[in-house]
C-alpha cells in the first residue's frame, strides 16, 4: 500500500524542513530522516559540497533539498535498506550510484536526473546522438562539487576530450580555436544535449553556427565564392589544423581541391614551375591567395575573380 508520510528532518541547516516521503517501495523503503540519515554515516566535505550547489538549495522548491523533495534520496533512490544494519559478512544493499562503477542501466541513471529535468533538458536530449550511444548525464556533470567544470569555458573541453580523443589531438595543432587557453568552449558551437541540426551543431547549419561568432562572414557578398556560402567546413577545421587560418590543406592544394590546375588561364607555364626552372608565380608564398584575397567574397564592383 502506498502512503505519503511527513517526516521532520534537515536539521543540518538548524531549522527543521518538512519532508513528504514518497510511497513506499515494500523492498527499499526511503530512509526515515532524508538527508540526516545518509550523513550520519557520509559527512566527507567531498559528499557535503552538494549543499553548495543550486541542489543543495532549500528554498527552492524544486531542488532535491526543497520542502517536499527526497533529498539525497531524490538522486540515489531508495536508501532504507542501505542505510540500515548490515550483519557482519553480509553485503549492504546498494543504492543508485553514478559513473562507470554503477550496476544501475545508464536508464535508470539518467531517469533519476530526467525526473526533474525533462522539461529544460528532456525534449533535446531525446534520441540525440549522446542519449542514443547511452552518454550518462553524470558522464558529463559532477554534482557533488562546487562548481560544476563542464558548465564552465575553461573546464568544460577537457571533459568532453576524455572521449572525444581525436578532437582533443586536433585542438593541440597549431591554428585551433582558443580551447587550451579557456576562452572557447565546445558549447560555442554544439549543444551536447541534443540538436535539431547534424552532430549536435547549435544552430541549425554549420554556417549558422559559425555567423554567431564570425558574422562578417555572413555577407551578403556582391561576388559570392559558392562553397563559402555552402559549408565553411569546405575548407576549414574547426577543431584545429596544422595551417595558417586552420584550413585543411596549405598552400595551393586547398584550392586545386576544387579548381584544376589547367583551366587556370593565366597558366602559362604548366602549375608546376616556369620554363626556366623557377616556381609559377601562381603558386608562390601564399599562392593563390597573393591574388585572390577575397576567398570568402567580395563586395567590390569588379570582385569577380575574388581579387579585391
Ligand atoms: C550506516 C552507515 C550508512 C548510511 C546511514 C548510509 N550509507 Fe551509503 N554507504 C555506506 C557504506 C559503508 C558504503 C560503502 C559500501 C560498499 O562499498 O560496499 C556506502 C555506499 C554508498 C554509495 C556508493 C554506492 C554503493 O551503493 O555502494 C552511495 C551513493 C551511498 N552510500 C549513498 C547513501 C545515501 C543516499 C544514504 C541515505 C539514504 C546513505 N548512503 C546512507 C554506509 C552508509
Ligand atoms: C528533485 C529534482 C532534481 C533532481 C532529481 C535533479 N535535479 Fe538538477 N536541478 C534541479 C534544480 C531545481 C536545479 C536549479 C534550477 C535549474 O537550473 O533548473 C538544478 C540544476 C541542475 C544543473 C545546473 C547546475 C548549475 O550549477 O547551474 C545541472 C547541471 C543539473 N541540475 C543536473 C542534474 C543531474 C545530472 C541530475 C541527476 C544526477 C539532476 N540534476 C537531478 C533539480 C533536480
Ligand atoms: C556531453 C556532455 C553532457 C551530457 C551527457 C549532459 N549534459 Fe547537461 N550540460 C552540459 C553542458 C556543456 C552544459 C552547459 C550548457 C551550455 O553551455 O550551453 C549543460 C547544462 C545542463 C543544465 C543547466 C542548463 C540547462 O540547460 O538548464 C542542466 C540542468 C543539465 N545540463 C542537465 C543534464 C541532464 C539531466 C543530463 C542527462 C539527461 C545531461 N545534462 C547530460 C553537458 C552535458
Ligand atoms: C542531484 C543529484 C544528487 C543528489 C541530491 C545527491 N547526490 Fe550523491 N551523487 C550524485 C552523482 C551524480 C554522483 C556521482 C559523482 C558526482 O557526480 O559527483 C554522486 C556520488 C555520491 C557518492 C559517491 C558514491 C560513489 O559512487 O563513489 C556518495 C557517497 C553520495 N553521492 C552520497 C550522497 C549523499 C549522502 C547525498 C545527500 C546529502 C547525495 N549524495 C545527494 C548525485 C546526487
Ligand atoms: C562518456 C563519453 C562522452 C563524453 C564525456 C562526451 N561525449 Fe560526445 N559522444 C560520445 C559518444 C559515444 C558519441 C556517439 C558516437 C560518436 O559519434 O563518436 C558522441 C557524439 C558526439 C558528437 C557527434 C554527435 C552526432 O550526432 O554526430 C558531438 C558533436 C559530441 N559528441 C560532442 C561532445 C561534447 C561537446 C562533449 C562535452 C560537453 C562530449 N561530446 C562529451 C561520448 C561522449
Ligand atoms: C568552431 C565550432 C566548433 C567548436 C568550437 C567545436 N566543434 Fe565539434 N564540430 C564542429 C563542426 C562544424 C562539426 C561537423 C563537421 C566536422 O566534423 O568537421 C563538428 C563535429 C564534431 C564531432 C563529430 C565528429 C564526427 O566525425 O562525427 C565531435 C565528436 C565534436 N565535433 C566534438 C567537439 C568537441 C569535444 C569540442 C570541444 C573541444 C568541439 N567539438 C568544438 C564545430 C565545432
Ligand atoms: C563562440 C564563438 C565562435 C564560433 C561559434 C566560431 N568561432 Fe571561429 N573563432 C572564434 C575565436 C574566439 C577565434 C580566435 C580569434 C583570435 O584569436 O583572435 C576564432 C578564430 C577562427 C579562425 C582563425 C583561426 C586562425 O588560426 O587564424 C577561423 C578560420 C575560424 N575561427 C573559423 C570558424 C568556423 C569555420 C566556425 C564554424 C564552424 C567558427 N569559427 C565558429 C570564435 C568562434
Ligand atoms: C574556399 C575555402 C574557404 C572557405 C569555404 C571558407 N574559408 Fe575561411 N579562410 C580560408 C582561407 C584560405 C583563409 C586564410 C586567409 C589568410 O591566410 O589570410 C581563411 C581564413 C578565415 C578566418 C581567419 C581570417 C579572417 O579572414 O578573419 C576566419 C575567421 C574564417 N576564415 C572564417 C570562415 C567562415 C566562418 C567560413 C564559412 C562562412 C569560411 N571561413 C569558409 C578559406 C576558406
Ligand atoms: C570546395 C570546392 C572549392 C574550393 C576548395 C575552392 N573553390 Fe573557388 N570556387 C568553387 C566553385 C564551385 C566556384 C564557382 C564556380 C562557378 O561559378 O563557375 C568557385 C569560384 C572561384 C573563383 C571565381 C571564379 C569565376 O569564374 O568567377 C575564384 C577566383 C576562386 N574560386 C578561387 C579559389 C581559391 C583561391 C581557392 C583556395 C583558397 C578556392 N577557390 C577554393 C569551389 C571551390
Ligand atoms: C598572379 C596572380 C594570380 C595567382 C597567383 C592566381 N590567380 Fe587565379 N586568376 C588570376 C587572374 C588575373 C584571373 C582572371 C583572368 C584570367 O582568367 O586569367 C584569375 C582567374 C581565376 C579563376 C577564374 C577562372 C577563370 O578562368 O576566370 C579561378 C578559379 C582561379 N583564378 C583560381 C586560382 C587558383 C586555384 C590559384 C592558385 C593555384 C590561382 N588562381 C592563382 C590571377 C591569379
Known amino acids: 500500500m502506498k502512503r505519503f508520510a511527513l517526516v521532520t528532518c534537515l536539521s543540518l541547516f538548524g531549522a527543521s524542513v518538512a519532508m513528504a516521503q514518497a510511497p513506499e517501495d515494500e523492498e527499499t523503503p526511503y530512509s526515515r530522516s532524508g538527508a540526516d540519515t545518509c550523513i550520519a554515516c557520509h559527512d566527507a566535505a567531498s559528499t557535503m559540497a552538494v549543499f553548495n550547489t543550486p541542489h543543495g538549495v532549500p528554498t527552492d522548491p524544486g531542488s532535491p533539498f526543497g520542502n517536499g523533495q527526497l533529498q539525497c534520496e531524490a538522486c540515489h533512490g531508495p536508501g532504507g535498506t542501505h542505510a540500515g544494519r548490515v550483519r557482519r559478512g ?47 548525464c553524470a558522464d558529463c556533470h559532477q554534482l557533488h ?88 567546413t569546405n575548407c576549414h577545421n574547426p577543431h584545429g589544423s596544422n595551417n595558417p587560418g586552420m584550413v585543411s590543406l596549405r598552400g595551393p592544394m586547398l584550392c586545386q581541391t576544387c579548381h584544376s590546375q589547367p583551366d587556370h588561364q593565366s597558366f602559362a607555364n604548366g602549375p608546376d614551375g616556369l620554363a626556366d626552372g623557377t616556381a609559377s608565380k601562381y603558386l608562390l608564398g601564399r599562392n593563390c591567395l597573393n591574388c585572390h584575397t ?15
Open 90 to 136: 553480509q553485503e549492504r544493499p546498494s543504492v543508485i550510484r553514478f559513473g562507470a562503477d554503477s550496476d544501475a542501466s545508464i536508464a535508470t541513471q539518467n531517469g533519476m536526473c530526467l525526473g526533474c529535468h525533462e522539461s529544460n533538458v528532456g525534449s533535446a536530449w531525446h534520441g540525440s546522438g549522446h542519449d542514443n550511444d547511452e552518454v550518462a
Open 145 to 232: 562539487i562546487s562548481h560544476d567544470p563542464v558548465l564552465s569555458t575553461a573546464g568544460q573541453p577537457n571533459v568532453c576530450f576524455d572521449c572525444h580523443q581525436q578532437q582533443h589531438s586536433q585542438s593541440m595543432k597549431p591554428y585551433a580555436h582558443p580551447f587550451d587557453e579557456g576562452k572557447m568552449d565546445c558549447s560555442g558551437c554544439h549543444s551536447p544535449h541534443g540538436t535539431a541540426g547534424d552532430r549536435l551543431l547549435a544552430r541549425q547549419t554549420v554556417n549558422d553556427t559559425c555567423f554567431e561568432c564570425h558574422a562578417e562572414k555572413r555577407g551578403p557578398y556582391l561576388w559570392e565564392h559558392a562553397p563559402v556560402a555552402e559549408d565553411c
Open 294 to 308: 577575397q576567398v570568402h567574397g567580395s563586395n567590390h564592383p569588379s570582385g569577380s575573380k575574388l581579387m579585391r
